[in-house]
């Protein structure tokens, strides 16, 4: 039988098929299934067996220096979800679009709680990504989730982002029989309670779905090498394969066309430092295996 991955528990999953949901497990350790899987699985009792990973499109993942965590299969764009309140990280969320960028997919950011006098300052935080292409979508999902659906229809989108912006909020609203548990944040730590446990796949039609995801602290991208990763930089593809060296690492080396259009004015220079620094972390994490 075959059927779609809509949740995630570790070792264990429930699978959608035309004749209804079926929990599953794998055997061994061999097969790695995520949410969004389209899988094959024979039966056995009450549930299932998942046998085999049909072709993936895309694969959202991030990675350590020890380790790879895979995180959504097939999605086809995924929706950082940012909040006026409590902060947020414009580096965890640029570190987000870069592992979308990396996969294909299509990227946007949703500033949530628009309603509170913080909106503002955290809508100017993230100009610099819209100043690139990236679209910010405001709303309170608490009010009026409507103004995302636009921006759904069609797609298999994953909500993605920090503990406390309101993700489960959000997959509540537009899908109303989700009942995704949702907390508080925490003022004296200007940080979210983690609510959500495990990814699990939501349909709105036959076309559209969310996938709601665990709220993140950090995204580690060490599994893109030098050239992935400078490529995941939309901002700077113009101008790469014309530095004066071939093998120009972007750090300083004389003719780099990336220091040069940031002098110009259009790269911004906090995302070419994001870049070096990225590009650091990944050279001392092989330097120790």
């Given at each position: 039988m075959t059927g779609e991955v809509i949740a995630a528990f570790s070792r264990r999953f429930i699978v959608a098929t035309p004749a209804g949901k079926v929990p599953c497990q794998v055997r061994g350790r061999h097969l790695q299934v995520v949410c969004g899987d389209h899988v094959e699985f024979r039966r056995e009792g009450d549930g299932g067996v998942i046998e085999r990973v049909l072709p993936r499109a895309t694969l959202l993942y991030r990675a350590d220096a020890f380790r790879t965590k895979a995180i959504a299969a097939n999605a086809t764009q995924i929706a950082v979800v940012v909040a006026a309140r409590p902060s947020f990280s414009t580096e965890l969320v640029q570190r987000c679009i870069l592992a979308a960028e990396a996969q294909g997919m299509a990227s946007m950011i949703?500033?949530?709680?628009?309603?509170?006098?913080?909106?503002?300052?955290?809508r100017a935080c993230l100009e610099p990504l819209v100043r690139i292409g990236y679209p910010?979508?405001?709303?309170?999902?608490?009010?009026d989730a409507t103004p995302l659906l636009p921006h759904l229809r069609g797609h298999i989108t994953l909500l993605i982002g920090q503990s406390g912006m309101g993700k489960s909020t959000l997959v509540n609203a537009l899908c109303p029989d989700a009942d995704a548990a949702t907390g508080e944040y925490s003022e004296a730590l200007d940080s979210g309670r983690h609510t959500t446990t495990?990814?699990?796949?939501?349909?709105?039609?036959?076309?559209t779905a969310l996938i709601d995801s665990p709220g993140l602290q950090e995204f580690a991208l060490q599994h893109l090498d030098d050239d992935a990763l400078a490529n995941a930089f939309v901002d700077f593809r113009p101008y790469l394969g014309q530095c004066r060296f071939r093998d120009c690492r972007h750090a300083g080396e004389p003719g780099c066309r990336l220091a040069e259009a940031t002098a110009a004015g259009d790269i911004d220079l906090a995302r070419l430092r994001l870049f070096q620094a990225l590009r650091r972390l990944r050279q001392n994490a092989l330097q120790r295996l």
């Amino acid at each position: 039988m075959t059927g779609e991955v809509i949740a995630a528990f570790s070792r264990r999953f429930i699978v959608a098929t035309p004749a209804g949901k079926v929990p599953c497990q794998v055997r061994g350790r061999h097969l790695q299934v995520v949410c969004g899987d389209h899988v094959e699985f024979r039966r056995e009792g009450d549930g299932g067996v998942i046998e085999r990973v049909l072709p993936r499109a895309t694969l959202l993942y991030r990675a350590d220096a020890f380790r790879t965590k895979a995180i959504a299969a097939n999605a086809t764009q995924i929706a950082v979800v940012v909040a006026a309140r409590p902060s947020f990280s414009t580096e965890l969320v640029q570190r987000c679009i870069l592992a979308a960028e990396a996969q294909g997919m299509a990227s946007m950011i949703v500033l949530n709680k628009a309603d509170l006098p913080e909106a503002a300052a955290a809508r100017a935080c993230l100009e610099p990504l819209v100043r690139i292409g990236y679209p910010v979508v405001m709303l309170s999902a608490l009010a009026d989730a409507t103004p995302l659906l636009p921006h759904l229809r069609g797609h298999i989108t994953l909500l993605i982002g920090q503990s406390g912006m309101g993700k489960s909020t959000l997959v509540n609203a537009l899908c109303p029989d989700a009942d995704a548990a949702t907390g508080e944040y925490s003022e004296a730590l200007d940080s979210g309670r983690h609510t959500t446990t495990h990814t699990r796949l939501h349909r709105l039609d036959a076309d559209t779905a969310l996938i709601d995801s665990p709220g993140l602290q950090e995204f580690a991208l060490q599994h893109l090498d030098d050239d992935a990763l400078a490529n995941a930089f939309v901002d700077f593809r113009p101008y790469l394969g014309q530095c004066r060296f071939r093998d120009c690492r972007h750090a300083g080396e004389p003719g780099c066309r990336l220091a040069e259009a940031t002098a110009a004015g259009d790269i911004d220079l906090a995302r070419l430092r994001l870049f070096q620094a990225l590009r650091r972390l990944r050279q001392n994490a092989l330097q120790r295996l």
